[in-house]
Nanobody
């Protein structure tokens, strides 16, 4: 049974850095698309960074491109989101998600977050300005 547990959220000063971690158990991680999706206060879900098994590299939303980096350690079955130059607009609950859709691009996974079938409980990121 696939299970996802996020960690690493907390309070960060604007301009600072934070790293989120997500452990995925019960499946072979490199066979699954994975991503980080956030929900900001008063806004809908936004896929910010996604890996797909069909792509050569990750997809990033324009809002985080150049500041956030998604990476994956298959041996540890863990997905990371390194957040640099954090902005108050980045505040929200960050969810790690996984889905088995081998022929779907990372961009599609991020744009249509409903493609992800399994979600973690979310971790809060609060940005102080």
């Amino acid at each position: 049974q696939l299970r996802i547990v996020e960690s690493g959220g907390g309070l960060v000063q604007a301009g600072g850095s934070l790293r989120l971690s997500c452990t995925v158990t019960g499946v072979t991680l490199n066979q699954y698309s994975t991503g980080w999706i956030r929900r900001a206060p008063g806004r809908g879900r936004e896929g910010v960074a996604c890996f797909s098994t069909s792509d050569n590299g990750p997809y990033y939303a324009d809002s985080v491109k150049g500041r956030f980096t998604i990476s994956r350690d298959n041996a540890k079955s863990t997905v990371y989101l390194q957040m640099n130059r954090v902005d108050p607009e980045d505040e929200g609950v960050y969810y790690c998600a996984a889905g088995f859709l081998p022929n779907t691009s990372g961009e599609e996974m991020c744009r249509v977050t409903g493609h992800f079938g399994s979600w973690g409980q979310g971790t809060q990121v609060t940005v102080s300005s």
